[in-house]
């Protein structure tokens, strides 16, 4: 029987069974091409083992069977590049909430927003603290508004004017209630202070309401006016305490005031006053072309001060006790000429003139008062520095003396001093004597050092002198040895010149030096006695022979010398017993004394 090949029409349904067949026994190479078909396989198949097939193109979306290769290509397309949290469906939807009307949702949610190109907004933007409005392309806007919590901030930062435009611009208060600044166009432009107007533009300037204060400079750069519309003028203050005004006063036509007032303007103090006749007064009406009124004693009322050293070089002022002075100083502050009027007035270097010329013969002078027709007083240096001081009297009466300074008091006693035409003699007179003093620049307050009285008698109460005693008696003086003579005991030193038995000359000159010496019990055993009256230049000596018949109970050796001595120099007084007992005694009190003053 020959070989029939078995197709599929030969067999009957469900004819061969997967036990008749062995495994592996059915291959594709045991099976014709196209001889499976759809229609010969169960619509259940299921398939054991790892079964494989074609993997199909990405995005095949045909009836043909999708491989596992197929299908992880497709998931990976549809996740494509999402990020691992959202990379599944149920990822995807708890993103979207859940919401199985998300798009819905967002539609709506999309309607309730502002556009881009705008719109009309109906309820508040509410920004947070430092959350900025920002506007202009610049990084961080070109205009910011923002509340950073504690302040509201328009910030302009960006190229160009922050501009305001209205026809009516106003700033409040925070409640709205009160005005702060207010702008009007073609209007004023006003500052409030607590809602009150106190500076206001105008079309002529300004209006200032109340107090104006400046600190710095104010400045015109044109002709400018102050006007006040009052009668009492305008005011400065300082500090709020001192205040002052100007203004026209209302009791003289065309004169202005100048005034220091109270802070409550209750007590007005004229500081300067300007007359309309040109007469000007400092803290007082003027009663002359220029017046000044001392604000207090002792202070300078009137002063000039040197630009560089800021020293005072002139001053005019009152003393403590109402007179008045005037100083002329150096840059250096030194005073050069003094005019007081209860003090001492001088010039101080420098040349003085008064008359027809500024130089009277001789270009060294200091000082001079000149007139042609009686002739001139004058004070000059000559060569060796001396100042002289000529006076001039032009009467020629002989054996007279015509006084060159006359000094009166009061029109009472007075003073003359004048040169006797016949032989030059100086005259000095005083209608009770004459005083000479030193030791003040006053004369009244300065020591009398020599006094002329009216009778011609004359005492000099500062002139060296002394008078000293033994306050005992020095018994047994020593024999053959000098013994120096003990005064202890003063009755008068004038000028303290006498100390330790010796007198010490205050000045060079010659002074008239007295001793008298009183021996108790005297030897005459004795080859001699004498005194030595010892000075710095010489030592004066008196001497006695005590050759009596008899010892003596006392004696009395004296000495008187006109002695030349230099300042410092000194003088005492010794004696000395040549042989004999030591028995002499020098006798105490006024028995013995050493005495002396300045003669020239």
């Known amino acids: 029987m020959a070989n029939t090949k078995i197709t599929s029409r030969v067999l009957a349904d469900n004819a061969v069974l997967t036990a008749n067949i062995t495994d592996a026994n059915v291959t594709t190479a045991k099976v014709a091409d196209n001889a499976v078909t759809g229609d010969k396989v169960a619509d259940d198949v299921a398939l054991a083992g790892n079964p494989t097939t074609t993997t199909q193109s990405a995005g095949n979306n045909t009836t043909r069977i999708a491989t596992t290769a197929f299908v992880s290509t497709a998931v990976a397309n549809l996740a494509d590049s999402a990020p691992d949290a959202l990379n599944t469906l149920n990822e995807l939807a708890a993103a979207m909430g859940d919401d199985a009307n998300f798009s819905t949702t967002v539609t709506n949610s999309i309607a309730a927003k502002l556009p881009l190109a705008g719109g009309t907004m109906t309820g508040d933007l509410i920004l947070g603290d430092n959350v900025k409005v920002e506007i202009g392309s610049a990084s961080g806007g070109d205009l910011q508004l923002y509340h950073d919590g504690s302040n509201s901030y328009i910030h302009d930062a960006g190229t160009g004017q922050l501009r305001v435009s ?61 006007n006040s519309t009052s009668a009492g003028g305008f005011g400065f203050a300082s500090n709020n305490t001192a205040f002052y005004s100007f203004g026209a006063d209302t009791s003289t036509a065309g004169s202005y005031t100048f005034q220091n007032l109270s802070s409550n303007a209750s007590i007005n103090i004229t500081a300067m006053k300007i007359e309309a006749d040109g007469k000007v007064g400092i803290g007082v009406s003027p009663a002359r072309t220029f017046t000044v009124k001392s604000a207090a004693a002792n202070s300078t009322q009137i002063s000039l001060v040197d630009n560089d050293s800021t020293n005072e070089v002139f001053a005019v002022g009152q003393q403590s006790d109402g007179d008045g002075f005037l100083t002329v100083k150096q840059d250096d502050g030194t005073t050069k000429v003094q005019f007081d009027a209860s003090g001492d007035s001088f010039i101080a270097g420098g040349s003085l003139h008064v008359g027809s010329t500024d130089s009277v013969s001789s270009s060294a002078e200091v000082f001079s008062v000149y007139n042609a027709g009686t002739g001139h007083s004058k004070m000059v240096n000559s060569s060796d520095s001396y100042g002289t001081l000529y006076m001039h009297n032009e009467s020629t009466t002989a054996d007279t003396f015509q006084p060159f300074i006359v ?53 000099a109460p500062y002139q060296p002198a002394f008078l000293v005693l033994p306050a005992s008696s020095q018994t047994n003086i020593a024999i053959n040895t000098t013994v120096n003579v003990v005064f202890d005991d003063e009755m008068y030193d004038i000028g303290s010149n006498f100390a330790s038995n010796t007198f010490t000359a205050p000045v060079t000159g010659k002074y008239q030096l007295n001793v008298n010496v009183r021996l108790d019990n005297v030897d005459t055993a004795a080859a001699y006695y004498h005194i030595n009256l010892v000075t710095s230049n010489r030592t004066y000596y008196s001497i006695i022979d005590p050759n009596f018949s008899a010892d003596l109970s006392y004696h009395t050796i004296q000495m008187s010398v006109l002695a030349d001595m230099d300042a410092n120099d000194t003088a005492k007084l010794d004696i000395y017993q040549n042989s004999g007992s030591a028995q002499t005694d020098i006798h105490g009190s006024s028995w013995t004394n050493f005495s002396g003053y300045l003669v020239a």
Do not use: W
């Open 166 to 226: 209205t026809s009516e611009f106003k700033v409040l208060n925070a409640a709205q209630g009160e005005a702060m600044i207010a702008a009007i166009q073609n209007g004023a432009v006003t500052l409030y202070h607590d809602n009150a107007a106190k500076l206001a533009t105008t079309s002529t300037g300004i209006d200032v309401t109340g107090t104006l204060k400046a600190s710095g400079t104010v400045l015109s750069t044109a002709a400018a006016q102050v």
């Open 407 to 459: 000094m009166q008091k009061g029109g009472g006693n007075r003073g003359n001093i004048g040169l006797r035409h016949s032989d030059s003699v100086l005259g000095i007179s005083g209608q009770n004597g004459i005083s000479l003093r030193t030791n003040s620049t006053s004369v009244q307050a300065a020591t009398e050092a020599l006094k002329i009285d009216s009778s011609g008698r004359i005492t």
